[in-house]
């Protein structure tokens, strides 16, 4: 799996989309490229959910067209395993495709292996803490042959320090499962320390006021100068340096 070639990729153009009398999204264009780290930033409200519900096929432009290359997992803020289910059978769950229980079961096992959470197979998910709820999630969404994940907000619902070893989690797990990745942030540290590129999206109706490409190897530490830089130049782009606060 590891050396399976990623063709794939995600393409907007010219996408427009209203919610009643309110435009959103306006003549959005957007490449995603094979194996790409793209991290979305902007203000609340500004679309970005909207963005991934498009890229996943879950709701349709107004107008434009969108292209979608591979299979797609979505990994949500909190909450997204079954709650009737335990880890193991969620994990399942993304393994429905393969169809040979010998070769489903090596899979889940090599899940289990690489998110570390072996002692806790048989758990259901309220008895997991949160940041072992979305290594759970990660594993589901990285199971079998998807391609394309779609991350709204992953790690934002757990404590800080948490949140700074999924990053690291992340990019080790992406390290022996390559995807191609659109991840959703709040946070400007981590979209410094995830992204191949940060988009930084302006207020509704949205456009795209700046991309930022990093090229720092991963993973990257959060006092990295690349990444110093970077949080710099987002801060500066969103507008919430000191200079700019009254
Ligand atoms: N199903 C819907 N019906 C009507 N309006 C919607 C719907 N979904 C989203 N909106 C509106 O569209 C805008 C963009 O919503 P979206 O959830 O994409 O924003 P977001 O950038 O993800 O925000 P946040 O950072 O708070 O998660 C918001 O004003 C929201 O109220
Ligand atoms: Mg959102």
């Known amino acids: 799996m590891k050396d399976k070639k990623y063709a794939h990729r995600l393409l907007l153009q010219n996408v427009s989309l209203s919610y009643g009398a309110m435009p959103v999204l306006q003549h959005l264009n957007l490449t995603v490229h094979s194996g790409e780290f793209v991290v979305i930033v902007g203000p609340s409200g500004c679309g970005k959910t909207t963005i991934l519900n498009l890229l996943s096929g879950h709701i349709k432009p107004g107008l434009g067209v969108i292209s ?18 335990t880890v193991s059978e969620n994990i399942s769950m993304g393994l429905r495709s393969l169809k040979d229980a010998v070769q489903r079961e090596k899979e889940l096992q090599s899940l289990f292996d690489l998110i570390h959470l072996e002692d806790f197979k048989n758990h259901y998910p309220h008895e997991l803490s949160g940041g072992m709820r979305q290594r759970a999630e990660l594993a589901r969404a990285l199971a079998g042959d998807s391609d394309i994940l779609l991350m709204d907000e992953p790690f934002s619902a757990l404590d800080y320090q948490t949140r700074l070893r999924m990053r690291y989690e992340l990019v080790r797990l992406l390290e022996k499962r390559p995807r191609t990745v659109v ?40 006092t990295d100068n690349e990444v110093i830089n970077a949080m710099k130049e987002i801060l500066e782009r969103l507008g919430i340096l000191k200079e700019n606060i009254v």
């Open 183 to 222: 991840f959703v942030t709040h946070d400007i540290e981590e979209a410094a320390q995830l992204a191949d590129r940060v988009l930084v999206l302006s207020k509704r109706p949205t456009t795209i006021l700046q991309e930022l490409q990093i090229s720092a190897p991963k993973p990257r530490d959060l």
């Open 68 to 85: 979608r290359e591979g299979v797609v997992r979505t990994v949500y803020q909190q909450d997204g395993l079954f709650p009737w289910l």
